[in-house]
């Protein structure tokens, strides 16, 4: 094996490794030689490095080879394979934390993966079995459209969780997050539907396979995150608000500092009315009602309401000072998720006729009367969506500002850094993530070659927390 090349993952057909300035996949038979694909010596190099070769290598098969000492890491805020972007030089307990953290198995963290998927599957079958028992007050989620709907976007959106984490690598990361924002938030809305008054009492099984459904879901995300390492590694990045933004770069403070903002209004203008009701009788006369302030309820479902706009603030100001911010993005995206399917069943509700029993008229002193009833939304409706607007989009600025590709060689000329020049089977440039050339690399195994096909198993998350790695900071990007 050439010095400049360190393998830290072997298995049956291909190892994983790191050559100079570079994470490197070889045939496992000829390490000597140049790489089969090859990614930035970065966090997110490294993760999508093991992606890769989680994909293309059978897990069991997968076994760590023992590396030499590594120099003292600087630059990272968080353990590589991580995610954590390299923003300044750590501190010496900072790395002796990073170093004494034990390194991620794979196969136990793609059996976490698809257990979390499992635990998610579960919850999206109770949700949707609860949409059709009484939820509550006598009816049916399903039976009501403004009702229905919401519920259906927060299925769809631990549905989509759910295919993230199935993806694993980088992926895996968002899809835990975008769960677990759209978890928080749901829970207030949840609490705020089993505390509202019924005429008899009691409330309907479909209230109970609901929130059985949500606690599912909730704990599969929460698993995924676990095995992905995804919340050791944000909340590292984590050092408060006034220090965290005091850091950033000045083009990154101002859209930050306007996500929280933009959060903040958002739950405040959740709070006050939305439904506006003008009835208006034959004689001329006209008034003017209002309904849906959250503070007009009974106590326990303004607690729940209350929790909603909590969690929404909460989570978006961890997600703004999460690091990589395109994971943030994920997590507040979650947690928009829920607010957005509040304000499309309110635009559903007013589309719908309105009952003048619902102001304590009999059908029968409406029709006498020449009542007519025209339902629109307040003024405070289409502040919230300004904010809730602003607020995710934000969250693609998050994206699309630090989660580009690399897709371009880090040195002219197409050479590897360190000297280390590859041959015909790469090309001048940094291979995207779960990419080879065509007609070589990993395109065709060698003969008598045993290896799994590409996709015959799944990726595990982000691989192991402790890769070899050289003491040189890079800035992190996404490759996905």
Known sequence: MPDNV??????????????????????????????????????????????????????????????????????????????????????????????????????????????????IGLGLVLGIVGL???????????????????????????????????????????????????????????????????????????????????????????????????????????????GRLGSESSHDIVPLVTLILAALGAAIAFAPSWDSFTLRTASGASQVLTAGNAFANPGAVIAGDLLVMIALVAVVVVAALWRPLRLGAALALGAAIPMVAQAISAIVEISEP?????????????????????????????????????????CAWMVLAHGQAVDSPAVPGGHLPGGYHPGANLPGAYQPAGRAPAGSAMDSAPAGSAGPADGESPGAADGPANPPMSGTAAVSRDLD
């Open 354 to 394: 309105t009952s003048p029993l619902q102001f304590g008229i009999s059908p029968g002193d409406a029709s006498r009367l020449g009542l007519t009833i025209h339902a629109g939304l307040t003024a405070m409706f289409w502040v919230f969506c300004a904010f809730l607007g602003t607020l995710i989009l934000l």
């Open 132 to 242: 059709f028992p009484v939820y509550t007050d006598g009816v049916s989620i399903a039976s009501q459209a403004f009702n229905l709907v919401p519920h259906v976007i927060y299925l769809a959106a631990w549905a989509l969780s759910a295919a993230l984490i199935l993806l694993g690598g980088v992926r895996l990361g968002a899809g835990a997050l975008l769960g677990l924002g759209t978890s928080a938030v749901t829970l207030g809305l949840f609490i705020a539907d089993a505390a509202m008054p019924t005429a008899d009492g009691a409330h309907g099984s479909g209230l109970v396979l609901s929130l059985l459904g949500w606690a599912s879901c909730t704990a599969g995300v929460a698993l995924a995150a676990a095995s992905g390492r995804v919340l050791r590694s944000g909340l590292t990045a984590t050092r408060g608000l006034a």
């Open 6 to 119: 360190a393998i830290s993952y072997r298995g049956a057909t291909y190892a994983l490794g790191q050559g100079p300035q570079f994470y490197g996949i070889w045939y496992a038979t000829a390490v000597g030689s140049q790489p089969l694909e090859w990614w930035p010596l970065t966090p997110e190099g490294w993760t999508a490095a093991w992606s890769r070769f989680a994909s293309v290598e059978n897990p069991g098969t997968i076994r760590p080879v023992a590396a030499p000492p590594v120099a003292p890491m600087t630059g990272p805020t968080g353990p590589v394979g991580s995610g954590v972007g390299y923003v300044g030089a750590a501190t010496a307990s900072q790395q002796a934390a990073w170093r004494s953290q034990p390194a991620a198995d794979p196969v136990t963290v793609t059996r976490s993966a698809r257990a979390a998927v499992a635990l």
